[in-house]
Nanobody, 117 residues
């Protein structure tokens, strides 16, 4: 099992910054990929950013150049640094982990990010 707990969401003005954290615990050594997804009201959950166990990163087109994903191996914390935030970034942000050997996906409870114009 893998447990994920997000924090760091909040209300920020357009152009501002936030850093989300996802504390992970359990069988972290089995995790192959971790990432962030978001879901705005009335919309489907979408991919924001991801990082593999080989430290390869990937980003959704709408956040490239503004968001940065990273993982602290010593603390088992996944981060999402969000710069130059826009109102369209408003959503609930979810931390995600995937274990290929188990074909299992794990999700955190989500943290709300609201960007005012």
């Amino acid at each position: 099992q893998v447990q994920l707990v997000e924090s760091g969401g909040g209300l920020v003005q357009a152009g501002g910054t936030l850093r989300l954290s996802c504390a992970s615990s359990g069988n972290i050594a089995m995790v192959n990929d971790m990432g962030w997804y978001r879901q705005a009201p009335g919309k489907q959950r979408e991919f924001v950013a991801g990082v593999t166990s080989e430290s390869t990163t990937d980003y959704g087109d709408s956040v490239k150049g503004r968001f940065t994903i990273s993982f602290d191996n010593a603390k088992n914390i996944l981060y999402l640094q969000m710069d130059n935030l826009k109102p369209e970034d408003t959503a609930v942000y979810y931390c995600h982990a995937h274990v290929r050997e188990w074909a299992r996906d794990y999700w955190g409870q989500g943290t709300q990010v609201t960007v005012s114009s």
